[in-house]
């Protein structure tokens, strides 16, 4: 079982920055992918980016490709989601997930814990 707690969330203005953190514990870090989702209310969670065990690997949702960046520190036991350019559709509760597999998915059914949310909110 993997403990997971983002941090860094909050209000911002459209087009500015702002990094997510999500401290990981219990399971070796180095050995699962791990995965940012958000939800807005009434929606669906949708996948965000997603890392793949080692960090050589990322992989991003179209709708943040080329403005969010994925990264982790293995030896932090940490991944961070580096977010710039916000837009008003970037408004939601952001998620960081750990795989079941060292291979990052977009699907939710293959990650097996979640952290608690982090509200990130951009208004113009």
């Known amino acids: 079982q993997v403990q997971l707690v983002e941090s860094g969330g909050g209000l911002v203005q459209a087009g500015d920055s702002l990094r997510l953190s999500c401290a990981a514990s219990?399971?070796?870090?180095?050995?699962?992918?791990m995965g940012w989702f958000r939800q807005v209310p009434g929606k669906e969670r949708k996948f965000v980016a997603g890392?793949?065990?080692?960090?050589?690997?990322?992989v991003y949702g179209d709708s943040v490709k080329g403005r969010f960046t994925i990264s982790r520190d293995n030896a932090k036991n940490t991944v961070t989601l580096q977010m710039n350019s916000l837009k008003l559709e970037d408004t939601a509760v952001y998620y960081c997930?750990?795989?079941?597999?060292?291979?990052?998915?977009?699907?939710?059914?293959?990650?097996?814990?979640w952290g608690q949310g982090t509200q990130v909110t951009v208004s113009s």
């Open positions: 219990g399971r070796t870090f180095s050995s699962y992918a």
């Open positions: 890392i793949n065990s080692s960090g050589g690997y990322t």
């Open positions: 997930a750990a795989s079941r597999s060292n291979w990052p998915s977009n699907s939710l059914v293959d990650f097996g814990s």
